[in-house]
């Protein structure tokens, strides 16, 4: 049983297509695996029911040889940031507390419709806000790696942490992320898993609990880039209800996966290389440009000016627009009511029991850059910058194809090792944040294991709706540095 | 300003100036609310016309509805008002029980229509023209009831998300009568425009009123908003008292506070709304879910090239071509279906005489059995018939209101009830000359009397000759042979 | 640039969270050393940088005037915490 819970998506394909194994032998041996390791943590709700009978339906259509969806009879886990029709969503909040939606978001829908079995939602950091999974409502989840001959606990990143803790664990062949600031990116780096935030637009925002809505995007979180080109194919689409939605045509793809690279330019950013960037990340960094290079790609060094401001900007953006997404929260129309004797003090009562910590000081900080007399020195500032980093990457990408860097400036941390410094928690996504404010794709791809045996990854970014660059590209670093490592036990 | 003194109101100090500008809140008239395809009909059970997105469930996103820009941009053009091609939809935070998602889309810093202007049809007759500031496009929000249980007021949100056109004025209007003026002309303009049905009553039309006063040629004093006063009359009323007390306040030697009131109708006073008391930081910032609206110009002059022809315009005409009285004309451009019936009416016939049969005669009739236009019980087409009657001197314009009073009665045509009471007009000399010979020879003592210089008999001779015909006799003609024969 | 106990407790009403009085002074920490950092952008001069509010330059897309959405009071109560007659409820709001 377990060696179906090895196989990746394409090969798991292969089995079912060849009738070696049923999408219910697939399922139940995921199911099997979910219960032994509920110590990580990584599912809020599994739904065992949902998934058998999900799983007997896919079998009936391989049958009948109507299989015709990507991801026919593949058992996936779901961020517990999407809306699931009749399935308790917490956005791992109390203040979501027996939310179950009647309806069912787009991305998911999509899921369902080329065959994915559900297994369940997964944990992650409350309201997709945090780098360490460390501040849902439902608890931290656990990374299943461990550093070399310790029993330290270590974080699976965040936001998107159970969906990384459980692809790494085998607990899911594959499960939906979502990204605003690096929650796909950064867990895929700490836990060995491939990643990819598409292009802002690429997915439909419709039925996911929504952050900061002008950088949050859906994407897949799996074993290999391929995976990921097959899980994104399924996702991926134009949706009339999500104004952002763009409206282009989603390509398959798998068939940009040819491996050939040569002839592209790739960019290496000066600014990446902070100051004080471990030696480790700053090899893994260096091998990889060896790799494309050896692969036929040419080589450039390119100036992102701006990228030290992305962080900043970042933390007032989102903040900004988080403070007034979550304001529906008001325990009026569902989830956590605390009774209060006037209107406002129901409400100050609730949100104050329904919302951790880390929700609370960024809607604080929000509301505030969005308050009279603080607007334009903040919130206005910010969306300049904004432009200012969005345009060097316009400037940049008129010489080159792609850029590379590393995914995160380290490896996994230690439980509540960062979490008293929010500011320390932040530069987690300093790679990666970047990528959100300009709207364009990124991909994490496991490219090495550190000196303590922990995962790394590297990044690589493109133009938008170039997804299929990021693909063939991360394949060429996949198949480089062979990275085959299993976290222990799993 | 110089012909203002007349709207001064007289304080214990001297003489006062009311300084008004007006924001309506005009409900789109769409079948589906601006961001949902959630129906707006009104009246429906509580919460059946909502949508995920009207409720603001997690997750729900905003899709704009065509008609409500194009409707909007319908109503600037009818405000001869600047359209912005590009136009911002922005999030007005604030917390609210009818106030789902927390914040209200709306439109801040660029909307989707600037500055126009109205012209007032004021109740003397003058005219005067008012700038309209903006015109945005937003949601309305739900209804909350406070009334139904002891300890907890009911949400309704079947309202939540209904397309809104907030419609600022100047602050340029100077007397109740002004802002009474404002309103109905803007009510006009909307519902030619078919953009609002303006029915106050059920809150598709609402009124904010900015209120300040000051001494003439003094800066503007601070201004008090009264929210939600739902009829004209009330406008006007809430306008005099609030003038009043600001009077008085300022008078006894206080100031005014900058807030929000609300009209007690029944206690015929404003008092502060409670809810609205804290001080409000809406943090209005570019709803992140919604790209900015942008049009083009070819659209804009479909739009303007579709227009119907507007209560000036046609009031102009009415005066140029129909040689109406200013007065008449703006009587009949007032309601779009009046005017219409109008039209139809004088087609063909003597556009005066119409006139003063619609104002006079079929008015006068609606209002005492209040009715409206589109329920007049007789038609455009049947009271031409009966102007063309008059027009051709079948009947004379008194026996026309007996065949009026007919054709209420028995709902049939002027020219079937004329025939069948015999009631055509004499116009037979012959005729005519024998029913005065008659009145004459009986009585001789009068003509002698008359023709001794009593000129005042000359009446009483036309009455006994009329009553003698039956009323039918010409009137015209009647006049020139009974004056003819008491010559000798 | 600070924010003291004052300022926070009035960003927290205007965000509807109630923050004990205890909680203020170690909030308004936090929340200057955030805002400390983020003032750094004040290095960059960005006088004449139009600011960048989406990733999309395209007009919004409309959709058609056509009802096909809401009639389902159910669905929309389904979650409601204390729904009464159709209604959602809260507390008596005096207006």
């Known amino acids: 049983m377990s060696e179906l819970t090895h196989l990746t998506m394409a090969a798991a394909l292969e089995g079912l297509k060849a009738k070696k194994f049923s999408s219910r032998e697939l399922t139940d041996a995921y199911l099997a695996a979910m219960e032994k390791h509920r110590d990580l943590n990584a599912y809020i709700t599994e739904t065992p029911d949902k998934a058998r009978a999900m799983a007997d339906a896919a079998d009936q259509r391989r049958a009948k040889s109507e299989a015709n969806g990507l991801m026919d009879g593949l058992p996936i886990g779901i961020k517990d940031l999407f809306c699931t029709d009749g399935v308790l969503t917490t956005a791992g909040s109390h203040i979501l507390d027996g939310f179950k939606p009647t309806y069912e978001s787009t991305v998911t829908t999509n899921l369902w419709r080329h065959g994915a079995v559900m297994l369940g939602k997964l944990n992650l950091d409350e309201f997709a806000m945090g780098s360490s999974n460390e501040t849902s409502y439902h608890g931290p989840v656990i990374n299943p790696w461990k550093r070399k001959n310790s029993d330290v606990k270590l974080v699976p990143g965040g936001s998107s942490g159970g969906s990384a803790a459980a692809v790494a664990a085998r607990l899911a062949m594959a499960a939906t992320g979502t990204d605003t600031g690096g929650s796909i990116r950064q867990p895929c780096a700490f836990t060995g898993t491939t990643g990819i935030k598409p292009t802002y637009g690429r997915c439909s925002r419709w039925g996911i609990v929504a952050f900061a809505s002008s950088l949050d995007q859906a994407g897949p979180m799996a074993r290999s880039v391929e995976d990921c080109a097959i899980m994104l194919s399924a996702m991926a689409g134009h949706d009339p209800k999500d104004s952002t939605s763009v409206d282009v045509a989603v390509p398959d793809f798998r068939k940009a996966l040819t491996g050939d690279i040569r002839g592209l330019k790739v960019g290496i950013p000066k600014e990446y290389r902070l100051d004080g960037l471990s030696p480790e990340i700053a090899k893994l960094w260096d091998e990889g440009v060896a790799w494309l290079k050896a692969a036929g790609a040419e080589i450039k060094e390119i100036s992102l000016p701006h990228t030290k401001y992305a962080l900043p900007t970042y933390y007032i953006i989102a903040p900004a627009e988080a403070s007034s997404n979550l304001a529906r929260y008001d325990g009026v129309r569902f989830g956590l009511r605390v009774p209060g004797k006037t209107l406002d003090e129901m409400y100050e009562l609730t949100r104050e029991a329904g919302f951790g910590k880390e929700v609370k000081r960024r809607v604080m900080i929000g509301t505030y850059v969005l308050s009279a007399g603080y607007y334009d020195a903040y919130y206005l500032k910010a969306q300049r910058l904004r432009a200012l980093i969005a345009r060097d990457f316009t400037e940049a990408f008129k010489d080159i194809d792609v850029v590379l860097t590393p995914s995160t400036p380290s490896a996994a941390f230690g439980a509540g090792e960062q979490s008293d410094d929010p500011i320390a928690m932040y530069l987690n996504d300093v790679f990666t944040v970047t990528v959100n404010l300009a709207g364009l794709p990124g991909i994490s791809v496991p490219a090495g294991l550190d000196s303590q045996g922990l995962p790394l990854g590297l990044q690589l970014i493109g133009r938008a709706f170039d997804e299929e660059t990021l693909f063939r590209v991360g394949q060429v670093v996949e198949k480089s540095a062979n990275f085959t490592a299993v976290p222990a036990g799993y | ?488 | 640039m600070s924010l003291d106990t004052k300022a926070v407790a009035h960003i927290a009403t205007l965000a509807r969270i109630r923050v004990p009085e205890q909680d203020l002074a170690g909030l308004a920490k936090e929340l200057n050393g955030i805002m400390t950092w983020v003032e750094q952008l004040n290095e960059v001069d960005t006088t004449g940088v139009e600011p960048m509010t989406g990733v999309e330059q395209r007009g919004l897309p409309q959709r058609p005037d056509v009802v096909n959405d809401g009639a389902m009071p159910d669905k929309i109560l389904a979650n409601a915490p204390e729904p009464a007659h159709g209604f959602f409820t809260v507390p008596k709001v005096v207006e």
């Not at chain 2, 110009?297 to 009285?325: M, N």
């Not at chain 2, 004088?346 to 609606?366: C, M, Q, Y």
């Not at chain 2, 023709?451 to 003698?468: H, I, N, P, T």
């Open chain 2, 1 to 488: 300003m110089s012909d203002n003194t007349k709207n001064l109101i007289e304080g214990r100090t001297g003489m006062w100036e009311v300084v008004l500008g007006l924001e309506v809140h005009a409900q789109v008239i769409s079948k589906a609310k601006l961001f949902s395809g959630a129906a707006t009909a009104f009246g429906a059970e509580p919460n059946s016309q909502v949508s995920l997105v009207d409720a603001a469930f997690p997750g729900m996103l905003p899709v704009i509805n065509e008609i409500c820009v194009e409707q909007a941009v319908r109503t600037g053009l009818g405000l001869n008002a600047e359209i912005n091609l590009k136009s911002v939809f922005d999030r007005k935070n604030y917390f609210y029980a009818d106030l789902p998602a927390g914040y209200q889309i709306s439109q801040y810093t660029q909307p989707i229509v600037g500055k126009g202007t109205i012209i007032l049809d004021l109740p003397d007759g003058s005219r005067r023209e008012v700038g309209i500031t903006r015109l945005h496009l937003e949601q309305d929000a739900g209804k909350s009831l406070h009334d139904q249980h002891p300890s907890k007021s009911y949400i309704d949100l079947n309202r939540a998300g209904v397309a809104l056109m907030e419609i600022v004025s100047e602050p340029d209007m100077r007397s109740s009568d002004e802002a009474a003026a404002y309103l109905k002309k803007l009510r006009s303009i909307l519902r030619y425009l078919g953009t609002c049905d303006g029915n106050m009553d059920e809150g598709s039309m609402r009124c904010d009123v900015n209120v300040s006063v000051r001494k003439p040629g003094d800066p503007y004093g601070t201004r008090c908003e009264i929210k939600n006063v739902n009829s004209i009359r009330y406008v006007a009323q809430a306008i005099e008292h609030e003038a009043r007390r600001q009077i008085e306040i300022i008078e006894d030697g206080g100031t005014i506070k900058q807030e929000t009131r609300l009209y007690d109708p029944n206690r015929g006073e404003t008092r502060p709304m409670r809810s609205k008391e804290e001080a409000h930081d809406y943090r209005y910032f570019p709803d992140p879910d919604l790209l900015p609206l942008i049009l083009e110009q070819s659209f804009v002059d479909g739009i303007k090239a579709g227009l119907p022809e507007l209560p000036d315009a046609k009031h102009e005409r009415f005066v140029k071509e129909f040689g109406l009285s200013d007065y008449d004309a703006g009587v009949l451009v007032a309601e779009r279906e009046t005017a219409a019936f109008y039209e139809q009416a004088a087609k063909g016939r003597d556009p005066k005489l119409t006139a003063n049969w619609v104002i006079s005669e079929l008015f006068g009739l609606l209002n005492k059995e209040g009715k409206t236009i589109t329920e007049s019980p007789i038609s455009a087409a049947q009271l031409g018939e009966l102007v063309g009657l008059i027009q051709d001197n079948t009947i004379s314009g008194r026996i026309a209101k007996e065949v009026f009073a007919a054709m209420l009665e028995t709902g049939k045509s002027a020219p079937a009830i004329v025939e069948e009471k015999g009631l055509r007009q004499v116009t037979d000399t012959g005729a005519i000359d024998a029913a005065i010979d008659d009145i004459l020879a009986k009585n001789a003592d009068k003509v002698a009397e008359y023709r001794g210089g009593k000129d005042k008999l000359f009446g009483f001779f036309v009455g006994q000759v009329m009553k003698a015909t039956g009323g039918k006799a010409n009137p015209a003609m009647l006049n020139e042979r009974l004056k003819a024969k008491l010559q000798g």
